[in-house]
């Protein structure tokens, strides 16, 4: 398919989106990520019963507790698709992508940079 | 276990933002089991304050640390070395963890960073009831296994009272009536003739009304 999707985007693969856990959404953030998606497989569709749904719960848990700390929730997304959905997978790439652009960097990375001078 | 509830992150941010090297304590016990206090607590708790710091432009220090438990001598003993490098512990363990471990390091402020609840089992994963409040006399062998005390609202020794619906309590469509639940038990059991005889007034100065309690047994004490 040859697809194009930003180059600025960093996979890492998991077995199941089930692994995901609430602190390795929360220190990507801490290390500078500017925003973070869990790509899990369709609801109802996993291999697992219920790993993508559990992911589905701790990425709200990780939106709550950036919201807190000031780093903004908005910054996790969560989307499903299929193995197969190949130009989806493209789709949101690019639309999280757009969407943390607008709202700028990890404020973490300019407000260390602040306290270093 | 004791069964605790993790308190809201904006609850801990007002407790320590004043602090500069902060030492979150987990406990390995019942807080790890409810998913309250244990060490992956601990990382997201200890991970939320640096970032807050960080969006403050503080400098801060924060620190994990998860103890075998909180509630004997010999596991907070292992932080004797280590707690004069900072200016607050927040201890995820039980309320019982957070006071032993203020009596032991008095200079240091330790703060609480769970709500503890009761002792309670786990039902499912994420729900938790209660099952004992520690009253001192247990009356569990006269009442097929169910505690009165515990689980009917009222605490009541004979019971049920007139709230009893279908083997509901009044006080909630979802609440079983503890003695609905001891009839059937007892019955199962073949044991009936328990239900008729009366239970007579407890003592109730084993319990918290009797202030504060305290066991010592001379047979294990050294």
């Known amino acids: 398919m040859r697809l194009r999707y930003p180059g600025n985007i960093r996979i890492v693969r998991v077995p199941c989106t089930g692994k995901v856990d609430v602190l390795h959404i929360l220190h990507a953030f801490e290390k500078g990520a500017d925003g973070v998606y869990v790509v899990g497989c369709l609801e109802g569709d996993c291999k697992f019963q219920s790993g993508n749904l559990r992911a589905r719960k701790r990425v709200q848990q990780a939106r709550a507790i950036l919201d807190a700390v000031g780093t903004g929730g908005e910054r996790v997304e969560m989307f499903n698709l299929s193995s197969g959905e190949g130009p989806r997978f493209a789709e949101y790439a690019i639309q999280i992508t757009e969407k943390i652009k607008k709202l700028g960097p990890n404020p973490i990375k300019a407000a260390s940079k602040r306290m270093a001078a | 276990m004791i069964v605790a509830d993790k308190k809201p992150i904006e609850e801990i941010i007002d407790e320590v933002k004043d602090f500069q090297r902060i030492l979150i304590a987990g406990c390995n016990e019942c807080v790890t089991v409810c998913e309250a206090g244990g060490k992956k607590e601990v990382g997201i708790l200890a991970s939320a304050l640096r970032m807050y710091f960080m969006n403050q432009g503080k400098k801060a220090q924060i620190d994990e640390v998860t103890l075998e438990r909180q509630c004997d001598h010999e596991y907070l003993e292992e932080i004797r070395t280590v707690i004069d490098q900072y200016d607050a512990v927040v201890s995820l363990a039980c309320g019982v963890g957070v006071q032993f471990m203020a009596e032991k390091y008095t200079k240091t402020p330790v703060l609480p960073g769970v709500n503890t609840s009761f002792m309670g089992v786990t039902e499912e994963r994420g729900v938790w009831s209660e099952r004992c409040q520690g009253c001192g006399q247990c009356l569990l ?41 001891i009839v059937d038990r007892l019955k199962e059991l073949g044991k009936m003739e328990e239900y008729e005889k009366i239970i007579p007034i407890k003592d109730w100065s084993t319990e918290r009304a009797g202030g504060p309690r305290k066991l010592v047994r001379e047979d294990v004490r050294q």
């Open chain 2, 141 to 181: 062998a006269s009442t097929g296994g169910i505690c009165p005390i515990s689980r009917c609202a009222k605490r009541l020794l004979n019971g049920p009272c007139g709230g009893s619906a279908q083997g509901k309590c009044e006080i909630s469509k979802e609440l079983p009536c503890a003695w609905q639940l």
